[in-house]
T-cell receptor, first 114, second 118 residues
Framework: DTGVSQDPRHKITKRGQNVTFRCDPI?????LYWYRQTLGQGPEFLTY????????KSRLLSDRFSAERPKGSFSTLEIQRTEQGDSAMYLC????????????FGPGTRLTVT | AQSVTQLGSHVSVSEGALVLLRCNYS??????LFWYVQYPNQGLQLLLK??????LVKGINGFEAEFKKSETSFHLTKPSAHMSDAAEYFC????????????????FGKGTLLTVNP
C-alpha cells in the first residue's frame, strides 16, 4: 500500500535560502493539493493541480512560492528567499479526479527557518 | 467564503468516557464535511465524511458524526474513549460540485486536541 510520500520530512534552513520539497501522490490520483499548517492551526490551502495544470493558487502563495507538477505525477514546492514566517508543516494530499472527494495526506515536511 | 468553527481547542476525557468534539460550519449551501485525525508529527487521516447520504455517518475507530442542517453542525462522537484516541482532530469542509466548478479544496477548523486520562 503506497500512500502519499513527501521528502524531506524535516528541513532546517537559514533565512534567505531557497528550499524545495517533493510530493509523490498515490499513483493514478489526478488531483494534487498543497497545504500549509502552522503551529496550533489547521492546514490552509495553498494550491491545486489537476494532472499537470495548476488550476488554483491561494493568496497565501506569495511570489516567493512556486509549485510544479511537470508530468502530472510528482510535484515540487519551492520557496525562495525563505523568511522565518515560512516555518510550518507543508502537507501534500492527492485524490482521484472521478469522484475524488476524499483527500489522502502525506506525512508532511516540517520546515524550520532560522 | 466557507468557514469552520471548532468549539474548544482542548478537550480532556477519562478513558471509557464519551467523546464529543464540536464543529459548526458557515456556508450558504450545505457542503461536504469531513473529520480528520492527526497524530504528532504525522499527516492527516480521514475518520469519516458526509456527502449527503445518511445524516449519521460512521467512521473508523468507532467514531461517528451527525450532520444537522438546522444547526449547521457536524459534531464528532465516540461512546467510549481509548488512550489511543489522544490526538488532534480537525473538522473540514469542501464545496459540492454543483456549487460551481469545485476542486474540493478543504477549509479546516483550528483543531481540537483530545487528551484521554487513564
Amino acid at each position: 500500500d503506497t500512500g502519499v510520500s513527501q521528502d524531506p520530512r524535516h528541513k532546517i534552513t537559514k533565512r534567505g535560502q531557497n528550499v524545495t520539497f517533493r510530493c509523490d501522490p498515490i499513483s493514478e490520483h489526478n488531483r494534487l493539493y498543497w497545504y500549509r499548517q502552522t503551529l496550533g492551526q489547521g492546514p490552509e490551502f495553498l494550491t491545486y493541480f489537476q494532472n499537470e495544470a495548476q488550476l488554483e493558487k491561494s493568496r497565501l502563495l506569495s511570489d516567493r512560492f512556486s509549485a510544479e507538477r511537470p508530468k502530472g505525477s510528482f510535484s515540487t514546492l519551492e520557496i525562495q528567499r525563505t523568511e522565518q514566517g515560512d516555518s510550518a508543516m507543508y502537507l501534500c494530499a492527492s485524490s482521484l479526479l472521478a469522484g475524488g472527494i476524499e483527500q489522502y495526506f502525506g506525512p508532511g515536511t516540517r520546515l524550520t527557518v532560522t | 467564503a466557507q468557514s469552520v468553527t471548532q468549539l474548544g481547542s482542548h478537550v480532556s476525557v477519562s478513558e471509557g468516557a464519551l467523546v464529543l468534539l464540536r464543529c459548526n460550519y458557515s456556508s450558504s449551501v450545505p457542503p461536504y464535511l469531513f473529520w480528520y485525525v492527526q497524530y504528532p508529527n504525522q499527516g492527516l487521516q480521514l475518520l469519516l465524511k458526509y456527502t449527503s447520504a445518511a445524516t449519521l455517518v460512521k467512521g473508523i475507530n468507532g467514531f461517528e458524526a451527525e450532520f444537522k442542517k438546522s444547526e449547521t453542525s457536524f459534531h464528532l462522537t465516540k461512546p467510549s474513549a481509548h488512550m489511543s484516541d489522544a490526538a488532534e482532530y480537525f473538522c473540514a469542509v469542501s464545496d459540492r460540485p454543483d456549487s460551481g466548478g469545485s476542486n474540493y479544496k478543504l477549509t479546516f477548523g483550528k483543531g481540537t486536541l483530545l487528551t484521554v486520562n487513564p
